[in-house]
């Protein structure tokens, strides 16, 4: 297992983002209560978000949060998966 940085970018339509974000943070809570996600928030403006997510590969990383609601929804307009060696510090759970 390694860990990957997930990037998160949104799509514009504020109210869209609102409605389903409640769903969102509940699937995203119970994949970290099962140590598949590590850690999760937004960046600067809140358009994009970065996640911390322990998988096999990039692939696979993006096929562990294919459940998110804002997928399904189509809030989330674009998505990539990097592979994260952390040199210094620790990540809880990885």
């Known amino acids: 297992m390694a860990v990957f940085a997930v ?3 949104y799509t514009d339509d504020a109210q869209r983002v609102a409605t ?3 769903e969102h943070r509940e699937h995203l809570a119970e994949l970290h209560r099962e140590g ?3 850690l999760s928030g937004p ?3 809140g358009s994009t978000a970065l996640l911390i997510v322990v998988a096999d590969s990039a692939e696979d990383a993006l096929a562990k ?3 998110d609601p ?5 809030v989330i307009v674009d998505r990539s998966a ?3 060696t952390v040199v ?3 990540i809880p759970g990885a």
Do not use: A
């Open 20 to 22: 389903f974000r409640p």
């Open 7 to 9: 990037q998160y970018t």
């Open 82 to 84: 990097r592979e994260w």
């Open 88 to 90: 210094i510090g620790e």
């Open 36 to 38: 598949t996600l590590l």
């Open 70 to 74: 804002f997928k399904r929804e189509r």
């Open 65 to 67: 949060l294919d459940g």
């Open 43 to 45: 960046l600067d403006d």
